[in-house]
């Protein structure tokens, strides 16, 4: 089934391939100024500085998840990866639409789960228990996984309200079917008072989810096999060597990342979290942040009183929300102005209706 009414215009049109960097930008604020209220911009804080520059709101999944649901502009353009998109389209209202300036900005931890492997193993992990379970998912997924969730009593999370939407799940359910991140899944139920041992991962690429009746009957968490790729890049090295060389700097993590980075590290938290936390520092500390370049060089930007970089010296770089540049996002302004936009995400109203209930009921939760 696709979920999308209009994506046939999916790829970036920029015909004057003459312009400059510097003549797209200006073309975009003159563009910008002449649209006014009828568009609004919505940008995740991994993005570039260039496109940062343009959006009326900031912010990490929960947070542009709100502010999308408040919105009257007739257009939202949304710089970010295509899940977020979706959840755009699926709060906003019937007359707006919602554009993703690059169709290719998607999500490599959101492609590790779809709709059949989940259906699989929900009908596999439900033969072996007779339990209730409870299935969470990451806002990182499709909106055919909302729907998943919304259809099951479950409820999508964000890294910014996990514990509360995980801790509603387990007062009202037996056990926990998390995905699509198993990282996000086991740092937040282990913070929860969850031991490690009764958490099992399951491996759609396995026969059964590479797992027994007997483990997922035993099991309180069970979790998907998913995985940031950018988070997936710090490691306890990078943390011990950081300790070494300077005692005196803070490791602060995202806790997408593995259970022994996190643990390792001084403290972890959302984006949100890690921004308001360094914001928040002495002048004079020092940080190093386990999350998305393109945030930490703007953190180092924003508060140059504070010494801060990334854990990783190969500063893990997320390339598929890197898609969204300058010249599509001029595109997508054009488009408006004609007033024959592209790249419209709008989900089936089917999927909506179930993805709604579980993205309400993170709302509610959070």
């Not at 998840?65 to 502009?73: F, G, I, P, V």
């Not at 353009?77 to 300036?101: R, W």
Request: proline share 4%.
């Amino acid at each position: 089934m696709n979920i999308y009414e209009n994506d046939q215009d999916h790829l970036p049109k920029i015909t004057e391939s003459e312009l400059s960097d510097e003549q797209v930008l200006e073309e975009l604020q003159a563009i910008r100024k002449e649209l006014g209220d009828k568009l609004v911009v919505l940008g995740h804080h991994y993005q570039q500085d260039d496109i940062v520059s343009f959006a009326d709101h900031t912010g990490d999944s929960l947070q542009l998840a709100r502010e999308a649901a408040k919105l009257d502009s007739e257009y939202i353009v949304f710089c970010g990866v295509h899940f977020m998109a979706e959840t755009a389209d699926m709060l906003s209202k019937p007359n707006q639409k919602v554009i993703l300036p690059d169709m290719n900005a998607g999500c490599t931890m959101a492609d590790m789960a779809n709709r059949v492997e989940i259906d699989r193993a929900w009908k596999n992990i439900q033969a072996s228990t007779d339990e209730k379970i409870i299935p969470i998912t990451y806002i990182n997924c499709s909106a055919l996984l909302k729907d998943f969730v919304g259809a099951n009593d479950g409820a999508i999370c964000t890294s910014s309200n996990a514990k509360k939407v995980i801790q509603w799940a387990l007062d009202n359910g037996e056990r926990l079917l998390f995905f699509p991140d198993q990282h996000l899944g086991r740092n937040t139920c282990f913070d929860l008072g969850i031991p490690l041992e009764d958490m099992i991962v399951y491996n759609p690429n396995l026969k059964h989810g590479g797992v027994t009746p007997e483990q997922i009957k035993n099991a309180k968490v069970i979790l998907w096999y998913g995985y940031c790729s950018v988070h997936q890049g710090f490691t306890t090295a990078q943390v011990e060597q950081i300790k070494k060389d300077d005692p005196d700097t803070t490791v602060i993590v995202h806790p997408e990342c593995s259970f022994e980075v996190v643990q390792a590290a001084d403290m972890d938290g959302s984006t949100s979290f890690i921004i308001n936390t360094v914001k928040n520092a002495p002048a004079g500390s020092k940080w190093a942040v386990g999350t998305e370049i393109n945030l930490v060089n703007r953190l180092a930007q924003m508060f140059p009183d504070k010494k801060i970089t990334s854990l990783s010296p190969y500063q893990c770089l997320c390339a598929t929300m890197y898609r969204v540049r300058p010249r599509w996002l001029l595109e997508s302004f054009r488009s408006i102005k004609r007033g024959e936009p592209i790249n419209v995400i709008s989900v089936d109203e089917d999927v909506k209706k179930n993805s709604l209930k579980a993205l309400e009921r993170m709302l509610k939760i959070s």
